[in-house]
């Protein structure tokens, strides 16, 4: 099965997405680790990107989607795929539409983990010691959360008039967001 699972910066995405994968023999699709990975090779991409970030900007959506084509059409990855943080704009949500149909793909199942500012905060400074991101700073990260809040939103508005549409309270512990997603997959 393919999912996708939203929410604001520090949510616990990659978190689930791991989880996820472990539980279903997936691969997490992360286009913040795709991104940083770009970055460190240091290409031409890769600064572009950098500048975005650094600014609390979403990376261009042409250069996500071209990043997300070749996963989408792996043949080992097919409806295996855990999509984590994507798609952030209605121009990403209709890219992955086409590259699924194309694929002859679909999403089973959407899960946005709603989380206030203040827990965001504290959950990215913790973040931000343990993994040493440099795009986890208090002001990055508000301006990140409202940029996510303002673009992602008609995004979130198009995906839950879906049957398949969950919002899992994202301020539990990590273990009761897992049970919850768990419960409402029957794995």
């Known amino acids: 099965m393919n999912i996708i699972i939203f ?3 520090g949510a616990g995405k990659g978190t689930q997405a791991k989880f996820l994968v472990k539980k279903l023999n997936g691969f997490q699709v992360s286009t913040g680790d795709m991104l940083r ?6 290409t031409e991409v890769g600064r572009k990107i950098i500048d975005n970030m650094n600014e609390g900007k979403f990376v261009d959506d042409e250069i996500v989607n ?13 409806n295996r795929l855990i999509f984590d943080g994507y798609p952030r704009t209605i ?3 209709k890219n992955l539409n086409n590259l699924l149909n194309k694929s002859q793909q679909k999403i089973d199942y959407i899960f946005f983990l ?7 905060i504290k959950r990215v400074e913790k973040r931000k010691l343990l993994e040493k991101r440099t795009d986890d700073d208090a002001q990055t990260i508000l301006t990140r959360y409202d940029t996510y809040m303002e673009v992602t939103k008609p995004v979130l508005d198009y995906y839950s008039k879906i049957k398949n549409f969950y919002e899992v309270d994202g301020s539990m512990e990590i ?6 997603i768990e419960e409402i997959l029957n794995v």
């Open 7 to 9: 929410g604001p910066p």
């Open 37 to 42: 990975d770009e970055i460190k090779k240091n």
């Open 66 to 78: 071209k990043l997300l084509e070749n996963i989408i059409f792996d043949v080992a990855k097919k």
């Open 91 to 93: 121009n990403q949500a």
């Open 114 to 120: 709603n989380v206030n500012k203040n827990s965001i």
């Open 175 to 180: 273990n009761k967001i897992s049970q919850k």
